[in-house]
């Protein structure tokens, strides 16, 4: 069991915890955000160290948030897994102490009331299942797992190749089977699905795409999903990933995004920024810039990968 505290932030009543998985290796940055070169990343010196190192190397992360929100203990998507078949080498046959993670930030499996997944791609809903006897069974049994119509319909009329037939087969239909998955239409307007917690619809990475709003007490807080993955894309918001279904679509979309938030006090929490993840979207020039919010309670950061990287 992890002895830290769980990194978390104050938002009016609640708590929103950060739960680390794993960092995500270098390589992942050229890979994901290939326009996000060395040179253009070293022209924001306000990436670093934290989310750039000095030679213009990406950090990235693969964590989930979770936060009681009207007396549901809730979990904003569910990262890799451990012991998943993934093509991406970063992501293969993981072994990490995710579940301890969640107990020791008071979120042991059994307790969870509700998975938001923002999207359904493999590093978000690997944690919805665990095997148990050589079968994959849901992690979370109590909890109801909730995600758009529009994400799983796409996914279910999609020409899908073998490595994503694999994570629907590992992660998503074990939950639908079960009877947990729930799918709800959100409109342009958010969809509130409980007091303090409202989908927003962030189309462009997937279809379906949603960005989680927390509000308590007049304060506000946005959990990105991958309509953001990591800071560089404030300051060029056209730099998009190499798997956004929809790249046109995607730009736009954060561009709506970061103009509605900059110069408010939301805490922007990126599903994939590495630590301190949290902070304020201020405007810079034509574009935007992060302000790091640290916790308010301890970072003891994500844990070190098997290759070292932090």
Same mark, same amino acid.
């Given at each position: ?56 190397? $990406? ?9 009681? /929100?009207? *007396? =549901? %203990?809730? #979990?904003?998507?569910? !990262? ?102 729930? $799918? ?9 699905? /409980?007091? *303090? =917690? %409202?989908? #927003?619809?962030?189309? !462009? ?106």
């Amino acid at each position: 069991m992890p002895n830290t505290p769980t990194p978390s932030w104050t938002v009016g009543d609640l708590t929103v915890h950060r739960v680390d998985e794993v960092p995500l290796p270098p390589a992942t940055g050229p890979w994901l955000l290939p326009d996000a070169t060395p040179e253009l990343v070293a022209g924001q010196d306000w990436l670093r160290p934290d989310f750039a190192d000095a030679d213009g190397v $990406l950090r990235l992360d693969s964590h989930s948030f979770a936060v009681v /929100v009207d *007396g =549901l %203990r809730v #979990l904003v998507d569910t !990262g890799i897994g451990n012991g998943k078949q993934r093509a991406n080498p970063a992501w293969h046959d993981l072994r990490t102490d995710y579940p301890e993670r969640l107990a020791a930030a008071g979120f042991p499996p059994d307790s969870v009331d509700l998975v938001v997944l923002t999207h359904l791609h493999a590093d978000h809903v690997g944690w919805n299942t665990r095997q148990v006897d050589g079968a994959w069974e849901p992690t979370f049994p109590g909890a109801r797992y909730l995600t758009t119509r529009a994400e799983r319909e796409f996914w279910a009329g999609y020409p899908m190749d073998e490595a994503r037939a694999q994570l629907f087969r590992d992660s998503v239909l074990p939950v639908e089977r079960a009877g947990l998955l729930d $799918l709800v239409d959100v409109p342009a307007e958010g969809l509130r699905i /409980v007091p *303090g =917690l %409202r989908l #927003l619809p962030t189309p !462009g990475h997937t279809p379906g795409h949603v960005a989680v709003e927390l509000t308590s007490r007049g304060r506000t807080a946005l959990i990105t999903g991958d309509c953001l993955h990591h800071p560089v894309q404030l300051a060029h918001p056209a730099i998009g990933a190499c798997v956004d279904i929809d790249p046109r679509r995607s730009a736009a979309t954060r561009r709506e995004l970061l103009a509605s938030l900059a110069g408010t006090d939301t805490l922007l929490l990126g599903t994939h920024f590495a630590p301190p993840t949290a902070g304020h979207v201020l405007a810079d020039g034509e574009a935007y810039r992060l302000r790091p919010v640290p916790p308010t309670a301890g970072e003891s950061g994500p844990p070190v990968g098997a290759d070292g990287a932090r």
